[in-house]
């Protein structure tokens, strides 16, 4: 069985890895076996030439034997589109998002949107970071897009 793990990147635009994608890369670290497919995700907010994948690939040390990197998505809907194209050109039974628990419900839905018509199981495995107020904010106001957002992942994925 092909399972993907994918790691949801974070980042305040601040060189490094961002404290609340050390957490969700721990948890990856934690759940990855062997035989899956780990998939980074995550771009760059300041232009600068390491990417959010680019972190957290420096920083894996996971068991998996194949990692890869998806340095282009700059959003969740970005990701989810990724997520699902991976799985699909893997034809991956199981995909387990990897994020923090004030993101994931919103994570989930457009994963699944990106894989709709597709047996696939969508898990997801969540960190308890605390949110800070401004992440709380722009989690609740993404989710006023997210109806949008999944016929657009629905369609590309």
Known sequence: MTRVV????????????????????ELAHAIARPEDVVLLSGWSRTGRSETEADVMAHAWRGPSGRVLLDRGARTTAGNAIGIARVARALEAEEVVLVTSSWHGRRARTLTRAALAGTPLRVELATTDERAASTARLRELACWSAVPVLALVAARAG
């Open 6 to 25: 994918a790691v949801f990147g974070y980042s305040d635009g601040t060189p490094g890895l961002h404290p609340v994608c050390a957490a969700r890369l």
